[in-house]
């Protein structure tokens, strides 16, 4: 019992260690302790660094400071997996991003330590014509062992 005691409080250290560091990543898990698809206190946690209309370089350096990969995508990840889900909406096709309304969608991913296992977080981020971060969307799942 006792191994297990100090396994746990040495892992919980080391936990709060890592939040420390990427305060950010901290704020977001303060706010948002079960898993979701869609976390509208992890979103304002991150849009108070992140604020609307951040320069889309500006927003990926922040994400890729805390540790996050992201890479541009064709589409918000939803629209792809809605059209997976549902039957109907399969043959569906969006109009292609053209002028003024173009949009440009990045998807940012990490895993991060929690104490019996780690945290998926999902941030999308989709930027107006000009560059300017217009939508976020916050997703974060507790995995275990």
Not at 91 to 104: F, H, I, L, Y
């Amino acid at each position: 019992m006792a191994s297990l005691s100090l396994w746990t409080w040495f892992k919980s250290a080391q936990v709060e260690s890592f939040y420390q560091e990427k305060r950010l990543l901290g704020e977001m898990r303060a706010r948002q302790k079960s898993s979701t698809n869609d976390s509208a206190a992890a979103r304002e946690a991150l849009l108070e660094v992140l604020p609307l209309r951040t320069e889309r370089e500006a927003a990926i350096a922040v994400l890729r400071r805390e540790g996050l990969g992201c890479q541009t995508i064709a589409e918000p990840i939803t629209d792809t997996r809605l059209r997976q889900r549902f039957p109907e909406a399969r043959g569906s096709t969006n109009m292609p991003n053209s002028g003024r309304t173009r949009k440009d969608f990045v998807d940012c991913q990490t895993t991060t330590p929690n104490v019996l296992g780690h945290k998926q977080w999902i941030v999308d981020l989709e930027f107006d014509a000009d560059g300017r971060l217009s939508e976020v969307g916050v997703a974060m799942w507790n995995i275990s062992f």
